[in-house]
């Protein structure tokens, strides 16, 4: 069955800094990616997508995520952090024709003034 | 309406009592999902309506949990002699094709809190 890691539990990174959250995946064939966040008391919002194509997505407020087939990874990124970035992060894989979306245990992340 | 809406947005039970959790999707959303989210953890799916059908409940953990869409738009998701361990947020999500290639379009979510 597929599965996501999320390796960092909370990362904290000062405003105007770059961020990576990382994610790697298990699952035999080509799934479906996705990066959401989350913010307090509130529901998921996709931020990208990846199904196949170009490995590089490019996501909503200025996200994007790099699909690395070789090391079954789909980590997410930003140049410059906002202070209104502070949220949950959460990768999820999915299968064609499978319902059975599998979401990460989530990355916290703080921003530093 | 412009976004998946789910109610109560707070509910807290007694052990032993029954609750119904409410979504109502976007308007002509095909697909509809519940989800579970423990404290700290990331969603786990419950089950998946196409319409009125209920083409997947593999996640549901329990006989207890029981879910219907009875005429394909609004959803409810009934839990019976709620328990401790029944505590998490539940989260209902909708889309609009079964192909998950539109992604999905999470409520706010119920949190649920059994006492």
């Known amino acids: 069955a597929q599965s996501v890691t999320q390796p960092d539990i909370h990362i904290t990174v000062s405003e105007g800094a770059s961020l990576e959250l990382r994610c790697n995946y298990s699952y035999g064939a080509t799934p479906y990616l996705f990066w959401y966040v989350q913010s307090p008391g509130q529901g998921l919002q996709l931020l990208l997508k990846y199904f196949s194509g170009d490995t590089l997505v490019q996501g909503i407020k200025g996200f994007e995520a790099e699909f690395k087939r070789s090391q079954s990874s789909f980590n997410l990124r930003k140049p410059s952090v906002h202070w209104s970035d502070a949220a949950e992060y959460f990768c999820?894989?999915?299968?064609?024709?499978?319902?059975?979306?599998?979401f990460g245990a989530g990355t916290r992340l703080t921003v530093k003034p | 309406g412009a976004g998946v809406s789910q109610s109560p947005r707070y509910k807290v039970a007694k052990r032993g009592q029954d609750v119904a959790l409410r979504c109502d999707p976007i308007s002509g959303h095909v697909s509809l999902f519940w989800y579970q989210q423990a404290l700290g953890q990331g969603p786990e799916f419950l089950t998946y309506f196409q319409n009125e059908a209920q083409l997947d409940k593999s996640g549901l953990p329990s006989d207890r949990f029981f879910a219907e869409r009875p005429e394909g738009s609004v959803s409810t998701l009934k839990i019976q002699r709620t328990q401790q361990e029944d505590s998490a947020v539940y989260l209902c999500a909708s889309s609009l094709s079964r192909d998950r290639g539109y992604g999905y379009t999470f409520g706010s979510g119920t949190r649920l809190t059994v006492v």
């Open positions: 999820a894989v999915g299968v064609y024709n499978n319902n059975d979306m599998r």
